[in-house]
Nanobody, 124 residues
Framework: QVQLVESGGGLVQAGGSLRLSCAAS????????MGWFRQARGKEREFVAA????????EYADSVKGRFTISRDNAKNTVYLQMNSLKPEDTAVYYC?????????????????WGQGTQVTVSS
């Protein structure tokens, strides 16, 4: 069992930056791929970014490429999402997720564990 807790969300003006963190419990964190998803009000959950267990592979949604960076620190059982040049359309609840097979995938059903989410609001 893996428990995930997101933090770092908040209110920021357009063009600003935030760094989200996701702290994971359990000794097997280093073998899991990690992903970030988001869900805006009234919309379906969508993929944002993913990173493989070794950090050798990362994937990004087209909408965030060049602005967001996913990284992880296996010694701290933590995955990060650095978000720069934020836009009002980035406003959403952001969730981190863990995939026990270690692959960086954009497919939500392939993730085994999910956090509760953290709200990010970008004002114009």
């Amino acid at each position: 069992q893996v428990q995930l807790v997101e933090s770092g969300g908040g209110l920021v003006q357009a063009g600003g930056s935030l760094r989200l963190s996701c702290a994971a419990s359990g000794r097997t964190f280093s073998t899991y791929a990690m992903g970030w998803f988001r869900q805006a009000r009234g919309k379906e959950r969508e993929f944002v970014a993913a990173i493989s267990w070794s950090s050798s592979t990362t994937e990004y949604a087209d909408s965030v490429k060049g602005r967001f960076t996913i990284s992880r620190d296996n010694a701290k059982n933590t995955v990060y999402l650095q978000m720069n040049s934020l836009k009002p359309e980035d406003t959403a609840v952001y969730y981190c997720a863990a995939d026990r097979w270690g692959r960086a995938t954009s497919i939500a059903p392939e993730y085994d564990y999910w956090g509760q989410g953290t709200q990010v609001t970008v004002s114009s």
